[in-house]
Structures are given as C-alpha cells and as structure tokens.
C-alpha cells in the first residue's frame, strides 16, 4: 500500500502566508472568516470548519489521487484532525490543572488569612485587656500619689508646728 506520494506529504509542513479569505465552503453565518479566526473562540468558525473539512479544492486534488493515494492522504488528515483535538484537549488538560493547583492556593491562603485575622483579633482583645488593666493601675498609682502628697504636707505643717514650739519666741 506504500505509494511514492505518502513520501512527499509532510504533517509538520505548514505555509507561510499571509490571513486571506477562504472558499465558499467556510462561509460562517457572518459570512466568510479569515484564517487567523479561532474555531476555540467562535462557534460559527467552528460549525463552518466542521461541515467542510474537505474544501472543493482538497476534492479536486483528491480525484486527480489513486486510490491508495486518495486514503493514504485522507487518513492522514484524518491523523492531522485527531492530533489537533488531542493537542487542544492536552492544553485544556493542563490548564485545567493549573485552575485547580490555583484554586487549592486561594483555599490555602483565605485559610491563612482567616487565622491570621482570629489572631488579629485575640491580640487587639488583649491589647485591650492590658490598655484596661493599665488605665486602672495608672488611676490607682494616682490616687496613692495623691495621698502620699497630702501626707506630706501634713507632715510639713506639723513639723513646723513642732519647730515653732519647741523653740520659744524670744
């Protein structure tokens, strides 16, 4: 079945041009697309391609093909075809991957981020707590400094009192 046209039909060759239209076979219903459209991004793109996937001009080159030739090269678009929604179906694999490995990130870090706000707030409670206590301590150390200030002064007045006694006016 090996025929000398399989030789010279390469899966990898892929032109260099420039977007153009396509044949009438392509028509979206927007009307005709240019190469450079995306079947994964437009559904009529899409539709289009997969109704005719053979252009009339893959038919005319096809008749002109023996028949070995003629399916060697059909199934070898068919190949083509295959590997394409394999290789689209390995990216979105992948990607999909990748959405689930961020997705397991975010569950981590809204984790972290709800114990570090419980932590947040048990420290301003305690913050709190001392900033009470301390407020309390301050008053109180007031209060005795208070009392010791009229101690003294008593002290003083009798003191002095004391000195004006114990020396006589002359």
Not at 3 to 25: G, T
Not at 42 to 67: C, F, M, Q
Not at 135 to 156: A, H
Request: hydrophobic share 35%; glycine share 4%; aromatic share 2%.
């Amino acid at each position: 079945m090996a025929s000398s046209s399989q030789n010279n039909f390469d899966l990898n060759d892929v032109p260099n041009v420039q977007p153009e239209l396509r044949c009438s076979s392509f028509l979206s219903q927007k009307g005709p697309f240019m190469t450079n459209g995306s079947v994964m991004l437009d559904d009529g793109i899409a539709a289009s391609v997969a109704k005719g996937i053979i252009t009339p001009l893959d038919e005319k080159l096809l008749a002109n093909r023996t028949d070995d030739e003629a399916i060697n090269e059909s199934m070898a678009l068919s190949i083509q075809c295959a590997s394409s929604v394999s290789n689209i179906a390995r990216r979105l694999q992948v990607r999909g991957n990748e959405v689930q490995e961020l997705r397991t990130q975010v569950l981590i870090l809204q984790r972290r981020n709800r114990g570090l706000q419980q932590e947040n707030k048990e420290l301003k409670k305690l913050v709190n707590s001392y900033a009470n206590d301390m407020g309390k301590k301050y008053l109180e150390l007031e209060m005795n400094t208070n009392c010791l200030r009229e101690q003294q002064e008593s002290l003083l007045l009798e003191v002095q009192k004391n000195l004006k006694i114990s020396r006589p006016e002359a």
